[in-house]
């Protein structure tokens, strides 16, 4: 408010009969929804929002490392695990309610070729859904649904009561159908205990490869998704952020 002598008086605001208390202040570096970034300038921003230095995180396919690369070490107690290190993301070697934090980032297409997933070799080779002797029942999609959720599972199972859950995928056309795998994935989650809290979007900055087709019948992905869970519990029905 200002006075007619020019002298700001600040009255207090109030919403719906309740005083509204503006603290805070302004800031134009706030983590947004959308990136046309990498995932290791994406990650730690997510870190930040959601997850307490010094939380136990376990990247459970945590690969080469890529979502970690600009997080100071120490800042989480990080334990790191891969299927190439001998540990499956279905059976992680953690008591129940152990982990603060877990990250998850499978293989999310069936036959990624070219550059569509850089940091993993294709699903067949990992996990071999299309051999005699696999440890999916389901094949091409279906068998990555599978992953999911039977890693989703066994993340329940390890993280505490209102533990972060953050899960990275990408949707997909498969036999000619268009698949929305980041939405399939909530849904069973919600069905296992957990609470679908936020969604992050990444622009891949190069093109996807193409290959030879007479006509397009679907755009072509050059987004994937970072998907933020957190394990519903006995207190509390929303979420509150680290202290």
Known sequence: MVTGKGTQIM???????????CNGAATNDLVLSAYADGNENVFPRILDLYVKRGSVVADVTFGKGVF???VEPGDYDLRATDLLDGVDCRT?????GAIDCVVLDPPY???PGGTAHSTHRPFEEHYRNNESGNQTASKYHEAV???YRDAGREAHRVLRER???IVKCQDEICSNRQRFTHVEIMRDYERLGFVAE???VVVRNNRPGVSRTVRQVHARKNHSYFLVFWKRGKTGTLWEPPA
Request: charged residues 30%.
């Open 163 to 165: 533990g972060v859950f």
């Open 11 to 21: 009255l207090p605001l109030f919403r719906d009969g309740k005083r509204v208390v």
């Open 198 to 200: 936020d969604l992050f």
């Open 109 to 111: 297409m069936h036959s």
């Open 68 to 70: 970690w690369r600009h």
């Open 92 to 96: 992680l070697p953690y008591r129940d």
């Open 145 to 147: 649904l599978d992953l």
